[in-house]
């Protein structure tokens, strides 16, 4: 629990502070104090009662204005995101302290030389760096130097910073070293620093079944490439996000991510925003940038482009020919450098041969490809999305995390989940302003199939032959889909058959939407 007190400068009003907390046998953490009037607590979560009367106690103290709960301590913060932040850089980072230890590596660090963190964090750099002799150049004239090194076969050039701080007699010290690695010939081999173990861009994505871990590999694979990349998956599956990833993770990172949803504007307007246009269109003096030069060097990410229209698609195809294209109203060509990638929830294949969508930039689209699997096709990975979830929006709502009912699990892996991780994440959120004990249970969720079928499935009868036994199982497993997946369309794509035998037997059982 971390506490922000606004308050007024006044001497003796920390120790009121502190005099509450001790006669309520809270635990101080940590204090912070800030000079424009702020002090800040760091104390373990109490009960709400416990924690109701401490904020009224604390707005009665005289040139108390106003106290909150909030996130993270100041420095705490600014800790994390330093942390993020190196972590995201590409090149590897280590620092050192003036014994020659390592006190931190970011993740293309542990990528390069192959290990975990407690193999490295207090160790020498002589154990990664043999060739370096560290006490030698602290010894002598400090400054910022380049040496060439070899790591694994490889050629890199080190680069070694001191880092000073300044006291309050403004006096520098020197506190640490900093390094940075390079690749001899930049980016070609920078791009085999990041190892496909390192979560480099994919932080914020969980899952332990072999098919989420089959889609981390081969999306690690390819965000390093320039080609186009096509993302397929059904609604609320993560399509942009898995696309953020994939920028985040390549040498484009540092340059814009931009997005344009195909099935949210007109032509026209869809157009003017991709391509921009010239001075003097529509009435305008002044041009403007399409989303196509705003990020140059970076990404561009076109969402759903199954129903991008037939004009588009012929200028996108251009486009993604030779990195050229017109903006509206302009003559000249303009040539930038961006990656496209594009995501669907919608069969190209299938919309190319009906004519909806050009068979010529279907295949252009067509080479790297990433198909999300369904929230359904991994039950096994609601658990650490459910944790997930819960952790996030716990914070949010001021809630001490619940524990989970023993049947909750599997009361939700049992759930089609039509609308994949996004429509679970709601309903976490849902059930979450809903609790009112520690326990998070599954009628919290309030899911049709939950409620549908609470009792479980219907005994089986076991009189009769094999054939009309079989004939009762697969009823019902039809009957129970159905309901999920109120189409015979959606039904055959679930149960990968047919729609014409799915039509059949849901006429033969006489099976229809509650």
């Known amino acids: 629990m971390r506490l922000e007190v606004i308050c007024e400068d006044r001497l003796g009003l920390t120790r009121e502070l502190l005099d509450i907390l001790a006669s309520k046998n809270i635990d101080l953490r940590g204090i912070e104090i800030d000079v424009s009037g702020i002090i800040y607590l760091n104390c373990p979560d109490i009960d709400f009662e416990t924690f109701s009367e401490l904020m009224a106690e604390i707005r009665r103290i005289p040139d108390v204005k106003d106290v909150r709960k909030i996130q993270f301590m100041p420095i705490e913060r600014h800790n994390t995101e330093l942390i993020s932040l190196l972590n995201n850089l590409p090149d590897p980072v280590l620092a050192i302290d003036l014994k020659g230890n390592v006190d931190m590596a970011n993740h293309s660090a542990l990528s390069l030389f192959g290990r975990e963190e407690s193999d490295v964090f207090g160790h020498q750099i002589s154990a990664l760096l043999p060739s370096f002799n560290f006490s030698k150049w602290v010894e002598g004239t400090i400054t910022r130097q380049r040496e060439e090194i070899v790591i694994g076969g490889l050629d890199y050039v080190m680069e070694i910073m001191p880092v000073y701080i300044s ?254 991780m996004r429509q679970l994440e709601n309903m976490v959120l849902r059930a979450l302003t809903e609790l009112d004990s520690n326990t998070l249970t599954a009628d919290l969720f309030h899911l049709p199939q939950l409620e549908s079928t609470a009792a479980g499935w219907p005994a089986l009868n076991l009189d009769g032959s094999l054939d009309e036994m079989m004939k009762q199982y697969e009823s019902q497993i039809l009957e129970r889909l159905y309901q999920s997946f109120p189409s015979s369309r959606k039904l055959a794509k679930r149960l990968d058959v047919s729609h014409t035998s799915v039509a059949n037997k849901l006429r033969e059982y006489g099976i229809r939407k509650n």
């Open 167 to 420: 006291g309050e007699s403004k006096e520098s010290i020197l506190t640490s070293t900093m390094m940075i690695i390079r690749a001899l010939h930049d980016a070609p081999a920078v791009k085999d620093v990041v190892s496909i173990h390192s979560n480099l861009g994919f932080e914020h994505f969980v899952g332990v079944s072999n098919r989420h871990k089959t889609l981390m590999s081969q999306a690690k694979k390819l965000s390093v490439l320039d080609q186009p990349l096509l993302i397929q998956g059904e609604t609320g599956t993560g399509k942009e996000m898995l696309a953020r990833a994939c920028h985040n993770r390549s040498q484009r990172a540092s340059s814009p991510f931009l997005i344009l949803s195909c099935a949210s504007m007109p032509d026209d307007v869809a157009e003017t925003e991709l391509f921009g246009h010239a001075p003097g269109s529509f009435n305008l003096e002044q041009g403007h940038k399409g989303i196509f030069e705003q990020a140059s060097g970076g990404t561009v990410f076109l969402d759903e482009i199954g129903e991008m229209s037939p004009h588009l698609q012929i200028k996108l195809l251009r486009f993604l020919q030779d990195g050229r294209f017109r903006r509206v109203g302009e003559e000249h060509e303009i040539h930038v450098d961006v990656r496209v990638i594009a995501s669907t929830r919608l069969n190209l294949a299938d919309l190319s041969q009906g004519g909806q969508f050009r068979e010529d930039l279907f295949y252009r689209l067509n080479v790297l490809t990433l198909t999300i699997p369904a929230l359904r096709e991994r039950s096994t990975d609601i658990a650490p999305l459910l944790d997930l979830f819960v952790s996030k929006y716990v914070k949010q709502l001021g809630l001490n995390k619940p524990t989970l009912a023993d049947d909750l699990i599997d009361q939700l892996a049992s759930y089609q989940w039509p609308g994949n």
